[in-house]
């Protein structure tokens, strides 16, 4: 293929996604309290503050309920580390058993 031609297309194909990108921003979420009629008031300091205060007390009330993120399940950290290793292991040594023999193994390895 023509470079410049590959070229151009590549610099068009940047310009466009950049026009684009431009309406596509995402915002942070509006701290507001939403009225029964769709209105939004002010998160004000103080109610952050309360509700803050209330989430450290509902922690030190039940110190066994941990951070809430389920490290040794199978949706959590360690589980789904394990899946995906079991899963890309599996798939590597069908790979590696395949690759020792065949059209074009190395001879006198297998």
Do not use: W
């Amino acid at each position: 293929m023509n470079t410049k031609i590959l070229f151009a297309a590549s610099l068009i194909a940047v310009f466009t996604i950049g026009m684009y990108a431009e309406n596509a921003v995402a915002f942070a979420q509006y701290m507001g309290n939403v009225g029964s009629e769709g209105q939004t008031g002010s998160y004000t300091l103080e109610e952050a503050l309360e509700i803050q205060a209330r989430r450290i007390a509902a922690a030190e009330a039940n110190p066994s309920s941990g951070s809430g993120t389920p490290y040794l399940d199978a949706s959590g950290v360690v589980g789904a580390a394990v899946i995906a290793g079991a899963v890309f292991g599996g798939i590597a040594g069908a790979f590696f058993l395949r690759g020792r023999s065949g059209k074009y193994a190395a001879m006198g390895r297998g």
